[in-house]
């Protein structure tokens, strides 16, 4: 097998879109009536990525105002494109250091993102600096080992396929989405109240190329793993993972999506 990619590879908004992005629109309202704030506030999105949680919090929270960063400039563009609304703007920031002034906003919240952010501690110090006092920070992450579906066939496919993918396994390599470790990595930041619970989405394909198709793009961990590929490594790929899923009378394939979502108090 070709060695697995090292980078992530988060350079194409439209790829993103079509490969999680789609079932990140579900999670996203899920979490918005779990927070249940009200209208007027602040908001700032961390890791906005394509703008889906930037628009449901426009769509669905009326906000004052909503700020959306992201250190992918090709997401931030994409964002822009997509959310047009005077109440929101969209910067290239990462999440320990935004750019923001202090308590300068009301929610910061972060969508399937901070698995990805190298220090999570520091990122929280952040979220914390620039939260008014009483304020909430929330986030959720999919829990790769064992209820986002889609990614749990396929890495358990890889890995029967290529034993080194292993390390790649995002159940293995971002710890932080197992059952209860976000919430205590928030209680430990010093975050107050501090909840979490599991968000359950269908995950509906309405044929199996529906669902391998952007594995080929190249966005994302999976996808940057399938481009390394040869030929003819890729087919077998592609092949065994059809094996092991069942496909409905009308061709679709029917699988869930689960993210933990945790929620805590600025003191």
């Known amino acids: 097998m070709t060695d697995a990619p090292r980078t ?62 992201d250190p992918s400039a090709a997401f931030v563009d994409h964002a822009r494109r997509a959310v047009a609304d005077g109440r929101a703007r969209f910067l290239v920031a990462g999440a320990d250091d935004t750019g923001v002034s202090d308590a300068s906003v009301d929610v910061v919240v972060s969508g399937l993102v901070l698995n990805f952010v190298p220090d999570l501690g520091a990122a929280l110090r952040e979220a914390q600096r620039i939260t008014r006092p009483g304020g909430s920070v929330a986030a959720y992450v999919w829990d790769y080992a064992d209820g986002m579906h889609l990614l749990r066939r396929f890495f358990d496919v890889a890995i029967e396929l290529d034993p080194t993918m292993r390390e790649h396994d995002e159940g293995v390599r971002f710890p ?14 010093g975050l107050l109240e501090v909840e979490q619970r599991p968000i359950d989405v269908p995950t509906v394909f309405r044929d199996f190329d529906d669902l391998w198709n952007p594995f080929l793009r190249g966005t994302g961990p999976a996808p940057g793993y399938v481009a390394s590929l040869a030929d003819a490594e890729r087919a077998r790929l592609r ?4 094996e092991t899923l069942v496909e409905a009378p009308d061709g679709s394939i029917h699988l869930t999506a689960r993210a933990w979502a945790v929620r805590g108090r600025v003191g």
Not at 14 to 31: D, K, N, P
Not at 239 to 242: A, F, N, P, S, W
């Open 239 to 242: 092949d065994r993972l059809r």
């Open 8 to 69: 992530d590879g988060w350079s194409s908004g439209e790829a993103y879109e079509g490969y999680i992005g789609r079932w990140s629109r579900l999670v996203a309202a899920e979490f918005l009536d779990w927070l249940d704030l009200p209208g007027g506030l602040d908001w700032l999105d961390v890791g906005c990525g394509t703008g889906v949680l930037s628009r449901a919090i426009l769509d669905r929270r009326g906000p004052r105002s909503m700020i959306g960063l």
């Open 176 to 189: 932080i989405t197992h059952e209860g470790r976000l919430a205590s990595v928030f209680e430990a930041a």
